[in-house]
């Protein structure tokens, strides 16, 4: 309907790409374009899509100072309420007030280790739908279709939910014996799969598709000049701050199944970036990390282990990094019997490690890891122990072509290691090369590249629009919600805003309308 009858003509003209290829008519201007289909896309999609959250009649939160703002206007969903107002007073795990509100609503007091049901059950008011497009490389679910598939994931099963459809009852269909409640990455790029699915919002998203520009077009600038010359300046200035930044147009390519590339142009009032930040791992930028030995990715060295190119070597692995990644390569290297060198900047003690915000009985295997850290730290007398060796405070000053690498600690002291490969896990950035500036523009450090902690996209709190750029939005960990539990409140802020303008707009259509005699 939305994109009127030309579109299904062309469809019908073009049967060999109907299934993989952008048909959109290039001169509709779309409300809404998502760039990223993991589940900050999947979850901005079903609230595009007309879902709405209402508070449920039988379940009470256990905030009673939320739950009584919530009776206020128990008959408006959630979309439709002052989202500042709800968030007053709440804590929680992510810096975006929005964030912690909507976890508060799914999973209330999750933090204190309860299983509570989610307050707010879902219905489906399709007089609300946004045109939207979902742009993804690979299919719904993004990065967690690369993930290693032997690690459990860091969070509880029923923290990777999107609203809708519970984990634990899909994944209760899919096998019989449920150990914990943590699950294989595997699984979860299942279900995010099939929740597309079921929740038909199919018709919205491109898979293989592959961004090479976002960017703002300019009215053209004749269409003043060319105005009666006795139109005042000041007039004219405020037709230029109108008009002059008016939609966006998003160019890049589409890969169909015979490989080759098709290219197409959108162009959208909005477009959200939802891409994650795993595409680009950071790099220590020293000498001799382009050796084929090192690695910066847990896939790549899972591979390197699975064609057992490091099987039987005596030579240690060096793994850089004090994260959950690096302590996902330390595990993966333990358990294949390879010797670990592990270096890290941080003092063991060091209160912002990942470590101290796990409860033990949850994580055994990251509490080990981090046991291993604190036990087995390097001494001159010591030297390298069989399985396992700790360097805390040291870093790496470099690699040579024999497979050597040159360590500092704090105090300056080097040390020369011969390894059988490296492993540098610290981090990584997201790929926004189809901005202007690489994107670095958007973030609170306009001089540095985004990261999900060190420096997110600034963004109004509660509209998750960008603070430097009318119109675009971003939301997950380009925001720094790293865990899918938090990165669901910016689906919700982003819904709001635009929600809301749409009614704007619709309201002063029917006012003009009204003066012309037309409403």
């Not at 901005?44 to 209402?54: A, D, H, I, N, T």
């Not at 990584?428 to 523009?441: A, D, R, T, W």
Request: proline share 5%; net charge neutral.
């Amino acid at each position: 309907q939305y994109f009127g009858d030309n579109l299904g003509q062309k469809v019908k003209a073009m049967p060999l790409v109907e299934e993989t290829s952008l048909l959109e008519d290039s001169s509709v201007t779309l409300p809404v374009v998502i760039i990223g289909n993991g589940p900050s896309g999947i979850c901005l999609s079903y609230m595009l899509s007309g879902y709405r959250p209402y508070l449920s009649s039988e379940t009470i939160h256990p905030n009673t100072i939320l739950h009584s703002k919530l009776e206020e206007a128990r008959h408006l969903s959630i979309v439709d309420q002052d989202l500042e107002y709800l968030s007053e007073g709440l804590e929680g795990r992510s810096s975006n007030p929005v964030a912690v509100l909507f976890d508060t609503l799914l999973h209330p007091d999750a933090d204190f280790g309860y299983d509570y049901p989610s307050i707010l059950h879902w219905k489906l008011e399709q007089h609300h739908y946004i045109p939207h497009l979902v742009l993804g490389k690979g299919p719904p679910g993004g990065a967690w279709h690369n993930m290693e598939g032997s690690m459990l994931t860091i969070s509880f099963g029923n923290w990777m939910e999107l609203p809708g459809l519970k984990f634990k009852d899909w994944i209760s269909s899919k096998r019989r014996n449920l150990k914990g409640d943590r699950v294989m990455p595997e699984e979860i790029a299942r279900y995010y799969k099939h929740y597309v699915k079921v929740m038909g919002l199919q018709k919205n998203f491109r898979e293989n598709t592959y961004i090479t520009s976002v960017s703002r077009l300019y009215r053209d600038q004749d269409e003043n000049d060319s105005q009666d010359s006795d139109i005042s300046t000041k007039h004219l200035q405020t037709e230029k701050s109108k008009f002059i930044k008016r939609n966006w147009e998003i160019r890049g390519y589409q890969r169909i199944a015979d490989g080759s590339h098709v290219p197409f142009c959108l162009f959208a009032e909005n477009v959200a970036l939802a891409t994650g930040t795993l595409d680009s791992p950071a790099h220590l930028k020293i000498e001799g990390e382009d050796f084929p030995f090192v690695f910066h990715s847990m896939p790549e060295f899972g591979a390197a282990i699975s064609k057992g190119k490091l099987h039987g070597k005596v030579d240690p692995v060096l793994i850089v990094g004090s994260g959950l990644t690096a302590a996902d390569a330390v595990l993966c290297a333990y358990n294949n019997n390879i010797p670990v060198i592990h270096v890290f900047r941080r003092r063991v003690t060091d209160p912002s490690l990942i470590f101290k915000q796990l409860p033990k009985k949850l994580y055994p295997e990251y509490h080990k890891v981090y046991h291993m850290m604190c036990t087995k730290i390097y001494s001159a007398d010591s030297n390298l122990l069989s399985d396992y060796t700790s360097f805390p405070e040291h870093h790496v000053l470099s690699f040579k072509s024999d497979m050597k690498c040159i360590l500092q600690s704090i105090s300056g002291l080097k040390k020369i290691f011969k390894l059988s490969a490296a492993v540098v896990l610290i981090g990584s950035h997201p790929n926004l090369s189809f901005l202007k500036e690489q994107g670095c523009y958007l973030g609170h450090n306009s001089s540095q590249p985004i990261t999900c902690k060190g420096n997110p996209v600034e963004i109004d709190a509660y509209t998750y629009e960008c603070v430097k750029e009318a119109n675009l939005f971003a939301l997950g960990p380009l925001v720094g919600d790293n865990f899918v539990r938090f990165l669901k409140g910016g689906a919700l802020g982003v819904t709001r805003c635009l929600a809301t303008r749409q009614k704007k707009k619709q309201h002063l259509i029917v006012e003009r309308g009204g003066e012309d005699g037309v409403a």
